[in-house]
């Protein structure tokens, strides 16, 4: 008999609305026999969106964290959060190989901490699987969700980003690059260079070196550590500096009457750099799989985030 | 009369060798019968190019500040640097425009604090001129040259960078972002979260908020606040993935049999996007023009940084 599970959405957070993740969900549920859904936010919203009864299963959460709001003060005084109902019922189903939001980044940290903490019970952080130069992929760890860390959590991402490209990307001794602003191991803020040092004897750990951020995707690495703020500005970056050299591409591509070449140019790099509709962070550390997707994202970020969870259930990478 | 002005140019540091900043040197006499260059390095090295003798001054300065020396003991310690001969002479030379460095960006800074600071004395930051997407320019300050600086050198840095894009772009009142994780005044690492409230009211400060990393180059203000390190993320990490694009086009176009039409756009994007030959950042907070050029900076690097300086005397715009 052919495997089932069920994968829990937090249909609330987003910057576009329940309506935008429910249309994904109708289309992984159209796409995905084989996948049941745990749908948690507004009932009314979710009901009148008309989705398959006998595959979903709701739960009424109609609260949220909003970005103003500090999470943890809001997981003692709101009942019915979403994000936390999510994380509650994704840890408790059995069945359940994950969950997606697209909500506030702190708030489903916290959800996270509070349910689905895996048996190390280490901080978990938020990584990005990034494409590289060398046709591979860079695990960049953390990318937003622990701001001000110290040393050894700098320490614990990697070794969770290690375990992590292991397991996916079946690399046996993956190589671990700390984010910095130059490659000597004199270079950095304090806490890099209190880290060097540290990652350089850390046991399991394979340390390359410090890593710039020109070499961010040039496959020097396959686990790039950073604390949560620098290792946000890398990922937002690259999808910013992508979407501005595409829409230069298509400009010039109307500018000289090449609109059908340009086109073309731009929809390849699209299938690599357009983060919105491929990417999700994923939360590693927590005991299923977390995915974590942009707070604009729409119907194609919740049919990618799914495709990368039923991917790793078939034992296959990211984003095949 | 026309005007006739000196330029200094530390030889040394850049990794390609002196040679290749000689060379650079070359290009700009032959190109600018205005400019007289004095040349800092090793006098024997320097000879040995044949440059126009009565168009050169020859300063013997062999000890370089290498990526392993503190740069504050090699002030102390080694008596003939170039880059702290190239500020002396810089300073003293009243003719004199500016100087141009690809070395050690500590090193640099030590030479500009020594000798070159402007009357109010604040700490210099290194900014970069960064194309947006709004067909202008941001100003990114620091990129670089001070790392776990405070809230106070961040708004320092606001008043450097806002004054400079008045004064070269002739913006009236240049906005002003603050790099962070999140837009809203909320988010940010302790260093942001600190720093928003007092940028919000500081007199002649024209605060629009936080910015993210992905809409660094959007356009949405004229100078970008960060402290140096995770400024020189988005720095380095917008020419990284410039480059991979660009990089995947010219791919593209041999695996499609395009290579023409992908090398036109290559270009094109190149004129924008490649820091390397364009690139050089901008020591604001000195008494004269100091242009750092990156450590890989061969001859176009240094051409192009004397176009700044002249294109500045001009009065006119960074990369005109």
Chains 1, 2 share one sequence.
């Not at 397991?167 to 700390?178: D, H, M, Q, S, T």
């Amino acid at each position: 008999m052919e495997n089932r599970f069920n994968i829990v959405i937090d249909t609330l957070g987003s910057d576009k609305g329940p309506d935008a993740i429910l249309e994904g969900a109708r289309i992984v549920l159209e796409e995905n026999p084989n996948i049941n859904l745990t749908l948690v936010g507004d009932q009314e919203v979710i009901k009148a969106k008309g989705l398959p009864i006998d595959r979903i299963k709701i739960i009424h959460a109609p609260e949220t964290v909003t970005n103003y709001d500090n999470p943890v003060e809001a997981f003692y005084k709101k009942a019915n959060v979403s994000v936390f109902k999510a994380a509650e019922e994704c840890a408790k189903d059995e069945n359940c190989i994950g969950m997606i939001n697209a909500g506030n980044t702190g708030a489903l940290l916290v959800g996270v901490l509070r349910f689905l903490l895996n048996e190390k019970r280490t901080r978990p952080c938020l990584a990005a699987i990034l494409p590289n130069m060398a046709k591979g992929f860079t695990c960049l760890v953390d990318t937003g969700a622990s701001i001000d860390c110290g040393p050894s959590q700098l320490i614990e991402f990697a070794h969770l980003g290690s375990d992590f490209m292991k397991k996916l990307y079946k690399i046996e001794n993956p190589r671990v690059g700390l984010l910095s602003n130059g490659s000597e191991p004199t270079k950095g803020n304090h806490l890099v260079k209190e880290t060097h040092p540290l990652l350089a004897k850390e046991e399991g750990i394979n340390f390359v070196g410090n890593i710039e951020g020109n070499k961010a995707l040039a496959g020097m690495c396959d686990v790039l550590v950073s604390e949560g703020f620098a290792g946000n500005q890398v990922l937002k970056n690259t999808e910013g500096t992508a979407v501005a050299l595409i829409t230069e591409i298509m400009k010039f591509g109307k500018k000289t009457g090449q609109e059908e070449i340009a086109q073309q140019i731009a929809g390849y790099l699209m299938k690599t750099y357009d983060f919105e509709s491929l990417g999700a962070g994923i939360m590693l550390g927590a005991r299923k799989y977390v995915l974590k997707c942009r707070g604009s994202s729409g119907p194609s970020a919740i049919r990618s985030a799914c495709k990368i969870l039923t991917n790793i259930m078939d034992n296959k990478t990211f984003y095949e």
